[in-house]
């Protein structure tokens, strides 16, 4: 347990109270400045041409209700928000928008009406058709090698993952919005599993329990159910979402299935695996933790008696105890117990937890097939049935590379569903290298989750350099990722030493155990924005994240010579939101000058595309910290707001616009300054809103943000933290559990 648990802290995290004031902000909208007048003519001639060429040759289009998917397909310069061609490819001319894609949208079109569309694009009757006929560089039909994405029918088989009668694949169902296509679809995909095409997958088999009113998650997980069962509930339930793990007997099987028209995307199911290593018995005494917090640990479960008293509790395991992989779930039981006594030579705080054992992981040598499936159905009983562990250890990790790393896989995609849904924070392994690959590894691109990577110790038992064992970010869609790292190699039950990232995310998910503890209102994006606030390093390392989340001092209390405030708030888009009447400490102040650092990190709950395909983010968030500069004017300290006024391409890869998670730090500043105060910018952004499942911006909820700011101080003897309290008065409080804020020195 910590060194200080039960006694007050003398500087713990702050709670910023200040209510923000909301301003209306004017759209762009579209017009003869936004029209590439240079191609329009052009573009016009083209386009006119390949509708009309669509329309005559209608038998080599796929159909389902009068309807087909057609690619628009953008110009590089054309992909930002702004330019979605909704003025073309209106209800007046049959095309409804059903997803986003890298290089531009997948329409649903009425094939009846492409003359009509045609003859729009002809025509040009206003401005804002105009700009979208000069932004769409060529429409064509969606096809098999949309599919295929540029794998060959051998390439997906042989990765798939196979038992003794055929091999796994996931398939999505072709979304449409129109109900009668919808049906139409369903009624070709029940044609494959009646001609044995296609064979349903069961569930693995979950205990029963009721289903929970609030969020639709079963208390238990649900019963066993076949996959395409589900599939087609699913995408009649959402208008037009439906997934599903099959069994293919055959190549045959699998051209058969790519070709029926059916298939909106496809790819093989890998299993789940985690570092392999020889087994160990503890020789220490493993200490007694009655009121420590619990992380569920889903690995290969906990088989050594020494560390039983130290289960809270145990799920019914989906893999037998034979197959499972029990070094390594005793391995990281143990540091999730008591990890720093075992390691008492490194920099790690004097923290243990309580373990959730799911047991759910095989070891390599088995021949148990652990499919994602079947992982997701045993976390969504589990996040029912164990609501007190809001911390998710996952030292797993798929293992394989995807075939397509830029984009989101399933795995992450589900389980960042299944975390928001439960309102819990996954602690997720980056992976470690095999082979030729270095990239991080599924789960690890989920957007809901902490992601960790590995770092090595220094002599004198710091933080040093990136484990050369450990795979590297940055993640998919422009994410970010790991957002932190931490020790690799340490010594575990048996008083061995194992290296992986699967060790260093166990060390994490203690802290972000013990942070949730502690604060009076957690979140899962207020712990992960505190343990990303707290990390060292000044920029983004695709190797280390942000850094290491520990200093001498937990997230949850101020480091000497700093002061964090931490607080929550809803967005809306088509306004910008300020916090106004920061004061500026007078230790950051030189004369008439900032010249200390301060960090600033944010963290949105994102809306996701539900295809997990391109464009996944439909929300994104800019902040800033400004302060009143010598002209008399609002001026950027953290953040540049550029976002928006970048071109699409260079705000997408620079500033990792669409990245749910802004962090700026700088260590000093030196910035005239024309007030005493500081304020925080904000403002909420959203794109693809058309998709299955998404509010439109008229109806849309506030968008959840978790944010927090450290100001920095020149020493750490400065009395920057009880300034700060005393110039905030009432609009401050303590973010800790039965901890009120102290002013130690009073002046």
């Not at 373990?355 to 045993?378: C, I, W, Y």
């Not at 009983?381 to 830029?406: G, I, T």
């Amino acid at each position: 347990m910590a060194e200080n648990q039960g006694q007050p802290l003398l500087r713990p995290a702050l709670r910023l109270m200040i209510e923000p004031v909301p301003d209306p902000v004017e759209g762009r909208g579209k017009g003869r400045t936004t029209t590439k007048l240079d191609r329009l003519e052009e573009q016009q001639e083209r386009l006119v041409r390949r509708l009309q060429q669509l329309d005559r040759r209608r038998e080599n289009l796929t159909l389902h209700g009068g309807k087909t998917l057609l690619i628009v397909r953008m110009f590089d310069d054309s992909l930002a928000q702004t330019h979605t061609p909704t003025d073309l490819f209106d209800l007046e001319a049959g095309c409804r928008f059903v997803a986003p894609r890298s290089d531009g949208y997948l329409v649903e079109v009425e094939v009846a009406k492409l003359q009509v569309l045609a003859r729009r694009v002809a025509q040009a009757p206003n401005w804002a058709v105009k700009a979208d006929i000069s932004r769409v560089e060529t429409i064509r039909r969606f096809q098999q090698r949309e599919v295929l994405r540029g794998r060959t029918l051998d390439q997906l088989w042989d990765r798939a993952m196979e038992d003794e009668s055929g091999r796994y694949f996931l398939m999505w169902l072709r979304p449409y919005h129109d109900d009668e296509a919808r049906e139409e679809l369903l009624k070709s995909f029940q044609r494959l599993t009646q001609d044995r095409v296609i064979v349903p997958v069961l569930s693995a088999p979950q205990p029963e329990a009721p289903v929970e009113p609030q969020r639709g998650i079963a208390s238990g997980a649900r019963l066993r159910t076949t996959s395409i069962t589900r599939a087609m509930g699913n995408y009649r339930r959402t208008r037009g979402v439906g997934r599903a793990v099959v069994k293919l007997a055959s190549q045959s099987d699998l051209l058969r299935l790519v070709a029926s028209g059916t298939v909106f995307r496809l790819d093989p199911v890998r299993p789940v695996r985690v570092t392999s290593g020889q087994p160990g018995v503890t020789a220490m005494q493993v200490p007694v933790l009655h009121d420590a917090p619990v992380v569920a640990v889903i690995d290969g479960g906990l088989h050594d008696p020494a560390y039983k008293a130290a289960e809270a509790w145990s799920m019914p395991p989906i893999v037998p105890d034979h197959e499972a992989d029990q070094m390594h779930g005793n391995a990281i039981s143990s540091l999730i117990v008591h990890g720093h006594e075992l390691n008492s030579h490194l920099d790690l705080p004097a923290l243990g937890a309580r373990v959730g054992t799911a047991q759910a992981v095989p070891h390599r040598s088995s021949n148990t097939l652990m499919k994602p499936d079947d992982l997701l159905d045993m976390l969504q009983a589990m996040a029912a049935r164990h609501r007190e562990a809001r911390v998710w250890n996952m030292s797993l990790n798929l293992d394989e590379l995807e075939d397509e790393p830029e984009q989101m896989s399933d795995l992450g995609h589900q389980l960042a569903g299944l975390a928001r849904a439960a309102g819990v924070l996954p602690v997720v392994s980056i992976g470690n290298i095999s082979g030729q690959n270095d990239v991080l590894l599924p789960p690890a691109d989920c957007e809901a989750a902490l992601t960790v990577g590995g770092r090595l110790a220094t002599r004198k038992g710091g933080v040093g350099a990136h484990c050369p064992r450990c795979c590297q970010g940055p993640g998919p869609e422009g994410m970010l990722k790991p957002e932190v790292s931490w020790f690799s190699r340490l010594s575990v039950l048996g008083n061995q030493q194992m290296v992986g990232s699967s060790f260093a995310t166990a060390m994490v998910s203690v802290l972000a155990a013990h942070t949730f503890d502690r604060l009076r209102s957690p979140t899962p994006d207020l712990v992960r924005a505190l343990l990303i606030n707290r990390s060292e390093l000044d920029g983004h390392d695709p190797r280390l994240g942000w850094g290491t989340p520990y200093d001498g001092t937990p997230p949850w209390e101020c480091a000497p010579g700093t002061v964090t405030m931490t607080w929550q708030a809803t967005l809306l888009p088509g306004l910008e939101y300020h916090w106004d009447g920061i004061p500026i400490p007078a230790e950051m102040l030189d004369g008439d000058r900032i010249m200390c650092g301060a960090t600033l990190t944010a963290v949105l709950e994102p809306l996701v595309s539900p295809f997990a395909g391109p464009n996944y983010f439909s929300t994104r968030v800019e902040v800033a910290l400004q302060h009143m500069g010598a002209n008399g004017k609002w001026q950027n300290l953290l953040g540049t707001m550029k976002e928006s006024t970048l071109a699409e391409h260079d705000a997408r890869n620079d500033l990792k616009k669409w990245h749910p998670v802004r962090h700026v730090k700088k260590n000093k500043f030196n910035k005239g300054v024309g007030g005493g105060e500081l304020r925080l910018r904000a403002r909420l952004y959203t794109r693809d809103l058309y998709q299955p499942g998404l509010p439109n911006r008229t109806n849309m909820a506030p968008q959840n943000v978790a944010f927090v700011l450290t100001l920095k101080s020149p020493t750490a003897a400065s009395t920057i933290y009880d300034s700060t309290v005393r110039n905030l008065g009432s609009f401050v409080e303590s973010a800790v559990f039965e901890q009120d804020v102290t002013v130690v020195n009073e002046v």
